[in-house]
């Protein structure tokens, strides 16, 4: 079981908004450690996709945001496209495990 | 180009050793942070091990404690995971992944993994 909860799966038609949520606890994302975010596609290595809750590194499009509040965090994507049907998943630090710890992923389709 | 590739998976027996490598390329490996995460099949992402760019930090997660060893040879520019006492539920995919504090230590790299499968 992972240390972050994260519904295992989310769908949205083609041009729609999504958000995956990220719950945590009081030693991680509550302890304000950054809420990182990665999309994964099988057979691929996973990509950083939103950085220090809400930053977007170079060539991700701005579809893709990030917000953390209290023991939580999110990650929305406007205007859904086919490309965007991927695995999502969360990361942060556990100060009580001194190590970082991911969320169970979400399985994004587009319909 | 910035990479990281890994090596050293296969087929092992259970209670059975193997040694994952991991060459860095097109960056200063010896500045930075190194991970190592495994995928089991049909599962998440999960942390397996950091160590600090001069080996001042390691750090496990409980479920390879006492099993595993990180270490890294920044001349090389190389990290090692070496893996003894395998067990069936350590078959994963193993990546490994550099920490960057520039992008508030995310792992902004990764490689493609290399599959390990402990089975008898």
């Known amino acids: 079981q992972s240390v972050l909860t994260q519904p295992p799966s989310v769908s949205g038609a083609p041009g729609q908004r999504v958000t995956i949520s990220c719950t945590g606890s009081s030693s991680d994302i509550g302890a304000g450690y950054d809420v990182h975010w990665y999309q994964h596609l099988p057979g691929t290595a996973p990509k950083l996709l939103i950085y220090g809750n809400n930053n977007r590194p170079s060539g991700v499009p701005n579809r893709f945001s990030g917000s953390r509040s209290g023991t939580s965090a999110s990650l929305a994507i406007t205007g859904l496209q086919a490309e965007d049907e991927a695995d999502y998943y969360c990361?942060?630090?556990?100060?009580?495990?001194?190590?970082?710890?991911f969320g169970g992923g979400t399985k994004l389709t587009v319909l | 180009e910035v990479q990281l590739v890994e090596s050293g998976g296969g087929l092992v027996k259970p209670g059975g050793s193997l040694r994952l490598s991991c060459a860095a390329s097109g960056f200063m490996f010896s500045s930075f942070s190194m991970n190592w995460v495994r995928q089991a099949p049909g599962k998440g992402l999960e942390w397996v091990s950091s160590?600090?760019?001069?080996?001042?930090?390691?750090y496990y997660a409980d479920s390879v404690k006492g099993r595993f060893t990180i270490s890294r040879d920044n001349a090389k520019n190389s990290l090692y995971l070496q893996m003894n006492s395998l067990r069936a539920e350590d078959t994963a995919v193993y990546y490994c992944?550099?920490?960057?504090?520039?992008?508030?230590?995310?792992?902004?790299?990764w490689g493609l993994g290399t599959m390990v499968t402990v089975s008898s």
């Open positions: 990361q942060s630090y556990d100060s009580s495990l001194s190590g970082s710890v």
């Open positions: 992944a550099r920490d960057d504090p520039n992008v508030g230590y995310g792992f902004d790299i």
């Open positions: 160590i600090s760019s001069t080996t001042t930090y390691i």
